[in-house]
């Protein structure tokens, strides 16, 4: 288990939340709060439950059409849904079910682009 899954779980247990920042503070760890953020965001939602990625709000509704087209595939309940905002994924989405995930994230294609660069080169 990670430092920051570590303090994750600590903070889900119930610890107070003040004297850990304090300690983590004390020990230079206070770099791993927006990591800790998501694992205890990604903690916090139902298993069952579908999350869909962004970049940003304002893609919600830029792709709705195609998030509802990936909830269908992915046989996701399209009632609930968990969303998370990532400025990493530049732009696009990705819906991910405890079995399966749609990425069409932006950092996603120019990853591959440049592997298949540099692997072609």
Known sequence: MSLASNYAKLISDGADIEKTLVYMKSRGHLSLLPQILRIASRASVSKN??????????????????????????????????TVLDARAVGGYAVRTPSATIDRTFRTALVSLYKQTIHNH
């Open 49 to 82: 439950t579908p999350t869909i990625l962004l970049a940003k709000e304002s893609d919600a509704k830029k792709y709705a059409e195609d998030i509802k087209k990936a909830l269908s595939i992915l046989g996701a309940n399209t009632r609930e849904t968990n």
